[in-house]
């Protein structure tokens, strides 16, 4: 089966630094990109970003740049998002999703991690 | 950014009922567009890609259309489970913007 397991929630306050992470099992890690995507309490979907992880080559929604970081470890199929200074606003569930060769969709999601930061 | 604009916002259907969504390309995206359904607190699940492609173990009462700009979800016959949240998506080009959301109650 193919499977994107996640990282639990985590509470953090302002200014600190977070690395989530999925795991990718039951399918060739290297060739397909890997998509993050966030949800703000009640609100829509935001494609936040993807990574290839044959060469960590890395495409960010020009909103999110400098924000987040995304990186990839292909000896254990896991795939990372990261903050260096969280921020209130960045307080929504984050879901990694893998993509389909074929048309760009995500064709099976994680579970999502829910990231709070309160002070 | 190609902005995704869907309508309704929300509707109320009954079971059985026949439901449409639409969602408009705010630049032409040729087929690149997904639909995906989502329950509260749960991670979306992809029903439709390439406009009109339906993803495997997806019920057939689910159909894509549209090519462009303007693309169709349409539920022949609304089932209990169908509730929540449709969102469309486009990957034509980055980022790969996503819809606003449609939520679907059942009367």
């Known amino acids: 089966d193919v499977q994107l397991v996640q990282s639990g929630a985590e509470v953090k306050k302002p200014g600190e630094s977070l690395k989530i992470s999925c795991e990718a099992s039951?399918?060739?890690?290297?060739?397909?990109?890997i998509g993050w995507v966030r949800q703000k309490p009640g609100k829509a979907l935001e494609w936040m970003g993807m990574?290839?992880?044959?060469?960590?080559?890395?495409r960010y929604s020009p909103s999110l740049e400098g924000q987040v970081t995304m990186s990839a470890d292909k000896a254990i199929t896991t795939a990372y998002l990261q903050w260096s200074n969280l921020k209130a606003s960045d307080t929504a569930m984050y879901f990694c999703?893998?993509?389909?060769?074929?048309?760009?969709?995500?064709?099976?999601w994680g579970h999502g991690t829910m990231v709070t930061v309160s002070s | 950014d190609i902005q995704m604009t869907q309508s309704p916002a929300s509707l109320s259907a009954a079971v059985g009922d026949r439901v449409n969504i639409t969602c408009r390309a705010s630049?032409?995206?040729?087929?690149?567009l997904n639909w995906y359904h989502q329950k509260l607190g749960k991670a979306p699940r992809l029903l439709i890609h390439?406009?009109?492609s339906l993803q495997s173990g997806v019920p057939l009462r689910f159909s894509g259309s549209g090519s462009g700009t303007d693309f169709t979800l349409t539920i022949s016959s609304l089932q209990p489970e169908d509730f929540g949240t449709y969102y469309c998506?486009?990957?034509?080009?980055?980022?790969?913007?996503f819809g606003q959301g449609t939520t679907v109650d059942i009367k």
């Open positions: 999703a893998r993509v389909i060769a074929a048309g760009g969709a995500f064709d099976v």
């Open positions: 039951g399918y060739s890690f290297t060739e397909h990109w």
């Open positions: 990574i290839y992880p044959d060469d960590s080559d890395t």
């Open positions: 630049q032409t995206i040729s087929s690149f």
């Open positions: 390439g406009a009109s």
């Open positions: 998506q486009q990957t034509y080009t980055t980022p790969r913007t």
